[in-house]
């Protein structure tokens, strides 16, 4: 009953669709258990690159079944668009399940997002303005509209005129917009059902069903434990858990059956939209950080801002997630530095913090303190095992893991499928 479980453990973009990609031949099933189409993966397999932004990284796996979890919210035009392409390059889409109990990223949802991010001027979150966070509002307000009641015009009716009552006010008082025709938005919502049923199931017993017969289930997590809603550095984050206990949540399938918790950790930091970040580099090591490493969001396609590593927030994710093992990517990046500075802990109005404080004040002022470790000049992406990496390169992974609370099972040194070392099997 071997049930996975892979996240971010900084702020997400730390390579969680390589990873999931990597294991993608050995499991059964991966499943996203929460986000929508705000968490872009980009996968390498061979020549060709794949930016996946709401399916699961296992759909480019033939023997694997990719499954979108009843905590994940949709966007059907999205969703389409992404299976077209996929299509059109080869790859088979139809192994694809989707939860009959998924939140609908509605297009009010979407304009709401847009004009309350723009609205909020100098205090805005830095949303992907996707309508992400008022579909996940929705559903805690319990107006919000789910997969399966596309499959009855007349709930569905009723549940776009009840949510539109009050963003309708909102709209024309507050914002001076238009107010949305709720016929308009059931008649486009009704667009999708016919395309959409050969894919809906009740993932939650197909999942518990898969691990009773001892299949191999991987539950992918989107953004990263920094970006977590209960967790994260609020109110810099986003609307939903990507840390661990969201993969039971956001999945139907119990803490129980859950074997192994892998965190995904870049050998650098990087965080897209605004926040703290305390080791954001504002000088030639970080556009060279982001020039090497093509640091670029891939689903906003904003330039991702880059620091030193931090152990301070590694050790954190280890202690919210339970994390078991981490998986360390980009390794390859920090070729060709003499010395590359690592975060061990926080100045805090003049005092040494080696957790991460609580108190949201507290971090924002947080400066870090660095120890400096001597780096490597040589190639590192033809590696294959640990002792063919240079001394150095060994020993800022053993400082890292170290530092981290958990081992470094599998190391990245480089962007390709193949291009990964693998310490301890996961499975």
Same mark, same amino acid.
């Given at each position: 009953?071997?049930?996975?479980?892979?996240?971010?453990?900084?702020?997400?973009?730390?390579?969680? %669709?390589? =990873?999931?990609?990597? &294991?993608? %031949?050995?499991?059964?099933?991966?499943?996203?258990?929460?986000?929508?189409?705000?968490?872009?993966?980009?996968?390498?397999?061979?020549?060709?690159?794949?930016?996946?932004?709401?399916?699961?990284?296992?759909?480019?796996?033939?023997?694997?079944?990719?499954?979108?979890?009843?905590?994940? /919210?949709?966007?059907?035009?999205?969703?389409?668009?992404?299976?077209?392409?996929?299509?059109?390059?080869?790859?088979?889409?139809?192994?694809?399940?989707?939860?009959?109990?998924?939140?609908?990223?509605?297009?009010?949802?979407?304009? *709401?997002?847009?004009?309350?991010?723009?609205?909020?001027?100098?205090?805005?979150?830095?949303?992907?303005?996707?309508?992400?966070?008022?579909?996940?509002?929705?559903?805690?307000?319990?107006?919000?509209?789910? /997969?399966?009641?596309?499959? +009855?015009?007349?709930?569905?009716?009723?549940? *776009?005129?009840?949510?539109?009552?009050?963003?309708?006010?909102? &709209?024309?008082?507050?914002?001076?917009?238009?107010?949305?025709?709720?016929?308009?938005?059931?008649?486009?919502?009704?667009?999708?059902?016919?395309?959409?049923?050969?894919? *809906?199931?009740?993932?939650?017993?197909?999942?518990?069903?898969?691990?009773?017969?001892?299949?191999? *289930?991987?539950?992918? %997590?989107?953004?990263?434990?920094? &970006? +977590?809603?209960?967790?994260?550095?609020?109110?810099?984050?986003?609307?939903?858990?990507?840390?661990?206990?969201?993969?039971?949540? %956001?999945?139907?399938?119990?803490?129980?059956?859950?074997?192994?918790?892998?965190?995904?950790?870049?050998?650098?930091?990087?965080?897209?939209?605004?926040?703290?970040?305390?080791?954001?580099?504002? +000088?030639?090591?970080? !556009?060279?950080?982001?020039?090497?490493?093509?640091?670029?969001?891939?689903?906003?396609?904003?330039?991702?801002?880059?620091?030193?590593?931090?152990?301070?927030?590694?050790?954190?994710?280890?202690?919210?997630?339970?994390?078991?093992?981490?998986?360390?990517?980009?390794?390859? /990046?920090?070729?060709?530095?003499?010395?590359?500075?690592?975060?061990? =802990?926080?100045?805090? +109005?003049?005092?040494?913090?080696?957790? &991460?404080?609580?108190?949201?004040? !507290?971090?924002?002022?947080?400066?870090?303190?660095?120890?400096?470790?001597?780096?490597?000049?040589?190639?590192?992406?033809?590696?294959?095992?640990?002792?063919?990496?240079?001394?150095?390169?060994?020993?800022?992974?053993?400082?890292?893991?170290?530092?981290?609370?958990?081992?470094?099972?599998?190391?990245?040194?480089?962007?390709?499928?193949?291009?990964?070392?693998?310490?301890?099997?996961?499975?």
């Amino acid at each position: 009953m071997p049930a996975l479980v892979l996240l971010g453990a900084q702020w997400g973009d730390e390579g969680k %669709g390589k =990873a999931t990609d990597l &294991l993608g %031949g050995s499991v059964d099933y991966v499943v996203r258990y929460q986000g929508g189409n705000n968490a872009g993966h980009t996968v390498v397999v061979g020549d060709q690159k794949y930016a996946l932004h709401l399916l699961p990284s296992g759909i480019l796996t033939p023997e694997c079944t990719p499954v979108i979890g009843n905590g994940v /919210v949709v966007d059907p035009s999205v969703l389409f668009s992404e299976l077209n392409g996929l299509n059109e390059r080869g790859v088979d889409t139809s192994k694809l399940l989707i939860s009959g109990n998924a939140h609908i990223i509605t297009p009010y949802n979407v304009t *709401v997002d847009k004009v309350t991010e723009r609205f909020l001027g100098k205090r805005k979150i830095g949303t992907t303005g996707r309508g992400i966070g008022p579909t996940y509002a929705d559903k805690i307000n319990r107006v919000g509209i789910r /997969v399966q009641d596309l499959y +009855d015009e007349s709930i569905l009716t009723q549940k *776009v005129e009840a949510a539109l009552d009050g963003k309708n006010q909102l &709209l024309t008082k507050v914002f001076n917009r238009r107010a949305i025709e709720a016929a308009q938005v059931v008649e486009e919502l009704l667009t999708y059902a016919d395309r959409l049923k050969p894919y *809906v199931a009740d993932t939650v017993l197909v999942l518990n069903k898969a691990l009773d017969d001892d299949k191999v *289930v991987l539950f992918e %997590g989107g953004q990263g434990t920094l &970006l +977590d809603i209960d967790h994260g550095t609020y109110p810099f984050v986003t609307s939903s858990n990507p840390t661990a206990g969201g993969a039971c949540t %956001g999945s139907g399938v119990g803490p129980t059956k859950i074997s192994r918790v892998i965190g995904i950790l870049k050998a650098y930091t990087t965080r897209v939209g605004a926040g703290p970040f305390p080791t954001e580099l504002f +000088d030639e090591d970080g !556009d060279a950080l982001r020039r090497i490493g093509h640091e670029r969001g891939v689903t906003t396609g904003r330039d991702r801002r880059c620091g030193w590593f931090d152990a301070v927030i590694a050790r954190y994710a280890t202690r919210v997630n339970g994390l078991t093992d981490f998986f360390l990517t980009k390794l390859d /990046v920090l070729t060709g530095w003499e010395e590359i500075p690592v975060c061990v =802990a926080y100045e805090i +109005d003049g005092k040494r913090v080696e957790e &991460l404080p609580y108190s949201q004040t !507290d971090f924002h002022h947080a400066k870090p303190i660095y120890e400096t470790l001597p780096g490597w000049s040589e190639d590192i992406t033809k590696a294959k095992t640990f002792a063919d990496l240079p001394k150095n390169a060994q020993a800022y992974v053993r400082a890292l893991e170290e530092m981290s609370g958990a081992p470094i099972s599998a190391i990245g040194v480089g962007p390709g499928r193949t291009e990964t070392i693998e310490i301890n099997s996961f499975i």
